[in-house]
């Protein structure tokens, strides 16, 4: 930023990016802190540390790519972590994460009952710090997951967005703070929409892999899994697991010359596919994780909940790359 500065082009570095922190006033989302952040290369960025230091809307070159549910942003003063209805709370947006502890949907596990998609979007960052890094925005809060005589994660989130691209890193190291193993689960939902998402769009996915649908419903999709329907009223949703592939995923709307490629780290060996056609409901989200997403007492059964050791570390990545075409 130094050297555009002594370019003589700009007087000062918020002709270029924008990067500040602001509260909504009115309405369901009354109370939320929004870190808004937009860059020279068109990027417009919602990051939400009241909710995890997830990411809300984001638009490129003024379009929005992301899908916003009916339920919009609520006020985090709303949301109880031991009460969470997902269908009532989720609200789309670049990214959702599921954890720390369970994906998918409710169920009672031992003494414990277990919330859909875990507890973790409804926890607030704290500390959180926002600042400049040679020609980055970068900011960095850490989430906590625990109960007394019980479980005790920490996630350490970076998201570094680089103040001339069309780039979203996000860097997360999860430790298990506990004095015993701790099974954990973690899901990336990376959920887009109109006008991004239409009939006009399509998904790239690496030649080689394993497709399997979740149901008999999203069987009947396998061939056309990577090409969108108009709005179908009432339509049920469908969820395929790809694996055994590069760890890369774009989606193309040659219609609004807009290309978004996703990357991850080795350490989410899975990427679930989530496709709604229903008309309301119309959304494509791409969600690297861990596990199958069948729930936390259901993973163990199945030997497929991952563990923790006592102090382990595990780092994940996810990175967004925005082109024009």
């Known amino acids: 930023m130094e050297t555009i500065l002594k370019s003589g082009y700009v007087c000062h570095s ?6 500040r922190r602001v509260r909504v006033s009115e309405g369901k989302a009354k109370g ?12 417009q960025v919602d990051i939400l540390p009241d909710t995890g230091l997830d990411i809300g809307q984001v638009r490129y070159k003024g379009t929005n790519v992301t899908f916003i549910s009916k339920n919009g942003y609520d006020s985090p003063a709303s949301i109880n972590p031991y009460e969470l209805e997902f269908l009532n709370t989720f609200p789309g947006g670049l990214l959702y994460t599921c954890g720390l502890r369970t994906t998918g949907g409710p169920h009672r596990d031992g003494d414990e009952w277990q919330t859909q998609h875990g507890r973790y979007h409804s926890l607030p960052a704290d500390p959180v ?19 007394l005589f019980g479980y005790n994660l920490e996630l350490k989130r970076t998201i570094r967005i680089p103040m001339m691209g069309a780039d979203i890193t996000v860097s997360d190291e999860i430790t298990n703070l506990g004095f015993k193993d701790e099974e954990h689960a973690v899901l990336y939902h990376c959920n887009f929409g109109y006008p991004f998402i239409s009939e006009k769009a399509h998904l790239e996915l690496p030649e080689k892999r394993k497709t399997s649908p979740r149901t008999p419903f999203a069987a009947t999709g396998l061939g056309r899994e990577t090409t969108f329907d108009a709005p179908t009223p009432g339509e049920e949703e469908r969820v395929f697991f ?25 350490t989410l060996p899975i990427l679930a596919h989530w496709r709604s056609m229903a008309s309301g409901d119309y959304v494509c989200a791409l969600e690297p994780t861990n596990c199958y997403i069948m729930g936390r007492k ?14 382990e570390t595990v780092k994940t990545q996810v990175t967004f790359h925005f082109e024009t075409i």
Not at 129 to 147: D, F, L, M, P, S
């Open 32 to 43: 939320t802190e929004i870190i808004e952040v937009s860059t020279a290369g068109g990027l």
């Open 14 to 19: 918020q002709q270029l990016y924008t990067l």
């Open 129 to 147: 710090a926002v600042y400049e890094e040679e020609n980055c925005i970068v900011i960095k809060g850490t989430v906590r997951e625990t109960a």
């Open 242 to 266: 790809h694996e055994n592939m590069e760890h890369k995923a774009s989606l193309v709307n040659e219609s609004i010359h807009t290309r978004v490629e996703m990357t991850w780290s080795e």
């Open 298 to 311: 259901f993973e163990r059964e199945n030997g497929t909940l991952p563990v923790l050791k006592s102090f």
